[in-house]
């Protein structure tokens, strides 16, 4: 098992889900790294909690999108997305009554799904915003 290595088919052509997907490719390795080094329990709840928190938020921002232009499959794409969250929470209360080792079994899912989702389920509504007028970059760097 390793790290996630960004890879530029996992750009789905719009910059602000692209930049947010990255975030999140960057504290799920953040959370592989600090079980690698062996963490305290306490640091790896925290990474835990960090990954689950911005999962939450991107989802919101990206299911609004999808909403503010009337994307077509919204209901399946927001499914997906809570069920994601319902096996995450399901493992991390696992991990907080005490069984550690569960810990590569989220990383495992949180990789794998993740990947899976932006390149199966991302990409399919991509293309339908941006015809429908999704600003698809910035010039500047707001972040
Ligand atoms: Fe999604």
């Known amino acids: 098992m390793d790290v996630i290595t960004w890879k530029p088919e996992y750009e789905i052509g719009i910059q602000e889900i692209d930049e947010q997907h990255k975030k999140l490719v960057a504290l799920i390795n953040n959370f592989y790294t600090t079980l690698v080094r062996k963490g305290s329990n306490e640091e790896v709840a925290q990474v835990i909690f960090e990954v ?3 999962t939450k938020v991107h989802f919101a921002i990206e299911e ?3 909403r503010m232009f009337e994307y077509e499959d919204y ?3 927001k499914k997906g997305h809570d069920v994601f969250v319902e096996r995450v929470l399901a493992i991390d209360k696992r991990f ?3 069984d550690a080792s569960v810990s590569m079994e989220l990383f495992s ?3 794998d799904w993740l990947i ?3 390149q199966e ?3 399919q ?3 339908v915003l941006l015809k429908r007028g999704v600003k698809k970059s910035w010039l500047r760097k707001f972040w």
């Open 109 to 111: 899912l949180l990789r």
């Open 64 to 66: 609004c999108l999808l």
């Open 121 to 123: 389920k991302d990409t």
């Open 116 to 118: 899976q989702h932006i």
């Open 125 to 127: 509504y991509a293309p």
């Open 75 to 77: 209901e399946n794409h």
């Open 52 to 54: 689950i928190d911005y």
């Open 96 to 98: 907080r009554g005490g």
